[in-house]
């Protein structure tokens, strides 16, 4: 999870880290060079952390997927805009 969050700092609507645990470099302002797959590998390495056998999604006991916004909002952000109807993705 923490790899996704420094991942989605790096896109557009992506929020500034400040916690203590964010590397020095990050906190300084600078960012990072990423290819263009890794938002997606992260989303999938979130999908996972949610899945029903995740052994993280086992110690937070019954909670639904809903209850973790802060993890929906770094998978929201690491998936880009939603494309409109009759758009064309670009590859």
């Known amino acids: 999870m923490a790899a ?3 991942v989605a700092a790096q896109m557009p609507g992506g929020e500034l880290l400040t916690s203590p645990y964010t590397p020095d470099f990050l ?4 960012s990072l060079d990423l ?4 938002p997606q590998l992260a989303v999938e390495a979130l999908d996972r952390v949610l ?4 052994e993280w999604r086992s ?3 019954v ?3 809903s209850e ?7 998978r929201a952000v690491l998936s880009g ?6 758009q064309i993705a670009l590859i």
């Open 4 to 6: 996704a969050a420094i």
């Open 27 to 30: 906190l300084a302002g600078e």
């Open 35 to 38: 290819d263009d797959d890794l």
């Open 51 to 54: 899945g029903d056998d995740s």
């Open 59 to 61: 110690l937070w006991g």
């Open 63 to 65: 909670a639904e997927v």
């Open 68 to 74: 973790f916004p802060q993890i929906n909002k770094l």
């Open 81 to 86: 805009p939603p494309e409109l109807p009759g």
